[in-house]
């Protein structure tokens, strides 16, 4: 089969489309023809060197998949799967590639109403929406969510799948076109952080009140304003640092307003973990896929040959939603 193999950390030229050796479904794994992938930043920081995959995991970049089961591995019996279904799945690694083998727990069925295309823009950003907002933060109907990069993938799964929940909806995003596209998605407030005090405004879109969850991108560099931005009560989950890793943290400012603050990452999780995330997405995401009203939200779509634009492009940041790579077996036989 063919990849995209990083052939040294670098820059997006980095990245080459070589023939590699077929992989092999292990005990518990079912092998998967990729018919499309999604990039994310993840991606982008292992290319630099800065992401290594886990232990076990492929080597290539690429942390979700669409495409069909194409074999079953061991130990998959009663697992529901059959070759010939259509599937897409959360990844370790791997997913820029003809072929990848899955832990058969990570698979989930493509929602009705969604394309083999479209369905890989959605496993990672359900079970990482799912798993800080809605398991680790508890976000509970009648709150209040601040999203930070209201206009990636991440961000634009979460503004649709808060509200669906009925969750009032605040982001950030960097530009009044992302801004636009943030509101018509379904946040109550967009703010566009290039101009405006983000703090300030939550303040006062929330009557000083402040919000009762905060999903967080930028680590180090929002913490302080993230924090003043908080409810009593209110929890900040960080899953990512492009802002950077370290900050001073007021303790006092959290012992009053009884604060607290998670810092997680999915990638890593053991199987198991991600086995019962992607249960619950199944079962309370699913749905709301399938009745229209959460979407992906795909800005476009190129050959995966060409990830090394696709990484151009992602860097350069005027993209909204996810950006995705097909592998040409994308339709049926």
């Not at 405004?201 to 302080?224: A, F, S, W």
Request: glycine residues 12%; charged residues 20%.
């Amino acid at each position: 089969m063919r990849a995209i193999v990083i052939s040294a950390p670098g820059g997006p030229e980095k990245l080459t489309w070589q023939e590699v050796p077929d992989p092999e479904p292990g005990p518990g794994e079912v092998l998967v023809e990729v018919a499309a992938t999604a990039v994310n930043r993840a991606d982008v920081n292992q290319r630099r060197g800065d992401y290594p995959p886990p232990p076990g995991a492929p080597e290539y970049p690429g942390l979700e998949c669409s495409g069909r089961v194409v074999a079953l591995g061991p130990d998959t019996a009663g697992s529901g799967y059959r070759v010939g279904d259509e599937v897409c799945a959360l990844l370790s690694g791997g997913g820029y590639a003809e072929r990848v083998a899955v832990p058969v727990g990570q698979l989930l069925p493509v929602p009705a109403g969604t394309d083999l295309v479209e369905a890989a823009a959605l496993p990672e950003a359900a079970c990482t929406v799912w798993s800080n907002v809605f398991m680790t933060a508890a976000l509970r109907e009648g709150e209040t969510l601040l999203v930070h990069g209201g206009a990636s993938g991440i961000g634009t799964f979460a503004i649709q799948a808060a509200r669906a929940f009925g969750a009032r909806v605040l982001t950030t995003a960097g530009g009044p076109a992302k801004v636009e596209r943030c509101r018509r998605l379904g946040a109550d407030v967009a703010v566009d952080y290039r101009s405006e005090d983000f703090p300030a405004r939550v303040k006062k879109e929330t009557g000083g009140r402040g919000v009762d969850v905060v999903l967080d991108i930028m680590g180090g560099g929002y913490l302080d304003a993230n924090i003043r931005s908080l409810a009593v009560g209110g929890r900040l989950v960080v899953i990512g640092l492009m802002g950077g890793r370290r900050a001073e943290l007021d303790l006092g400012r959290m012992l009053v307003k009884r604060l607290s603050v998670h810092a997680t990452t999915l990638r890593s999780r053991p199987v198991q973990e991600k086995a019962a995330i992607v249960s619950q997405v199944a079962e309370r995401v699913w749905p709301l896929v399938e009745k229209g009203r959460i979407r992906p939200v795909v800005d476009r779509v190129l050959p995966l040959s060409q990830a090394a634009e696709a990484h151009r492009v992602l860097e350069a940041g005027g993209h909204v939603g996810k950006i995705l790579l097909v592998t040409g077996q994308q339709h049926a036989p």
